[in-house]
């Protein structure tokens, strides 16, 4: 079973902020928060992840508090093409980083 | 990022036939490669993992002689589904993951058995 609990579906209009919670109350202290999003009918994409700072790349934002029992998921201004469902998943490298995907975010980005 | 490639994207099959699924990694050589199935409006399932020039690891539930696994090289895994049946019809992804623990992920095979 997945170790995270996220909303099923969010709805943002495009180019306001997409907010993505995400909660890991059971995270252990070498798990890593990884992000994940699929496009319909496409493989999955990664995002970004993260331990315990917060991290930004050129595609979000990921806040992770200081307890590391929930993080988010930033897109500063989200676009049609972001419309896709979004994986939060907990890896500790452990057998070879293999990745337990739950049921994600459905994320609708609205004109 | 690292770019990985699938082919075929979409096959239909006979049942009773076999397919195989090709994974490549184009751009850096994957220690790891891992094979999901994903079937309609579910999450991806993972079926095994495999590293280059080793036996495959499956996960449970997942027959092995169903599923042939070959990661012959650092760049190449290759997914068999052996005496296809309606019920393997899915979609099938791979990813790969080199010295960096991020996994890349193919474009993904829609397989559908007849």
């Known amino acids: 079973d997945a170790k995270t609990t996220q909303p099923t579906s969010m709805d943002c209009a495009e180019g306001r902020a997409a907010n993505l919670p995400c909660n890991h109350s059971?995270?252990?202290?070498?798990?890593?928060v990884y992000w994940y999003r699929q496009i319909h009918s496409q493989g999955p994409q990664y995002i970004i992840h993260?331990?315990?700072n917060n991290e930004t790349n050129e595609m979000a934002s990921l806040i992770i508090t200081e307890d590391r029992k929930s993080s988010t998921l930033i897109l500063p201004h989200a676009t049609l093409r972001d419309t896709a469902v979004y994986y939060c998943?907990?890896?500790?490298?452990?057998?070879?980083?293999?990745?337990?995907f739950g049921k994600g975010t459905l994320l609708t980005v609205n004109p | 990022g690292a770019v990985v490639s699938q082919h075929p994207s979409r096959v239909i099959c006979k049942s009773g036939t076999s397919v195989k699924i090709e994974c490549r990694s184009l751009?850096?050589?994957?220690?790891?490669m891992f094979w999901y199935r994903q079937f309609p409006k579910k999450s991806l399932m993972l079926m095994a993992t495999?590293?280059?020039?080793?036996?495959?690891?499956?996960e449970q539930g997942v027959e092995k002689d169903k599923f042939l696994i070959n990661h012959a090289s650092l760049t190449l895994s290759t997914l068999t589904v052996t005496s296809a049946h309606p019920e393997d019809s899915s979609f099938y992804i791979c990813?790969?993951?080199?010295?960096?623990?991020?996994?890349?992920f193919g474009p993904g095979t829609r397989l559908t058995v007849t």
């Open positions: 990813s790969a993951r080199g010295l960096a623990a991020e996994q890349y």
């Open positions: 059971t995270i252990s202290g070498n798990e890593y």
């Open positions: 993260g331990l315990k």
């Open positions: 998943i907990l890896n500790s490298g452990g057998s070879n980083y293999k990745l337990t």
């Open positions: 751009d850096f050589q994957a220690t790891t």
């Open positions: 495999s590293n280059e020039g080793s036996k495959a690891t499956y």
